[in-house]
């Protein structure tokens, strides 16, 4: 998970950024530009914490995963 925290960090400042641009008045097409990017860091964020496992979030105690609710998170995202 730490490549995941360290993108959220990113996408973080990445937003920060993007209120200050707002804040100072910079050009809208700067600021949509950058703003997409803080969009599609937290989308690959979403998608690595799918990839990575979670499936094991929702192990119920046996071999048994509810891929319903495994579809609609992965879903969520796109």
């Keep these: 998970m730490t490549p995941v925290l360290n993108r959220l960090r990113r996408a973080q400042g990445q937003l920060a950024a993007v209120v200050r641009m ?3 008045g910079k050009d809208c097409t700067a600021v949509v530009t950058q703003l997409s990017a803080v969009s599609k860091a937290i989308d690959r964020a979403g998608f690595a914490i799918i990839s990575s496992g ?3 979030c929702f192990r ?3 071999d048994e995963v509810d891929r319903k609710q495994l579809e609609k998170l992965f879903l ?3």
Excluded: H
């Design 22 to 24: 707002i804040e100072e």
């Design 54 to 56: 979670l499936e094991e």
């Design 60 to 62: 119920s105690g046996s």
């Design 76 to 78: 969520s995202l796109a």
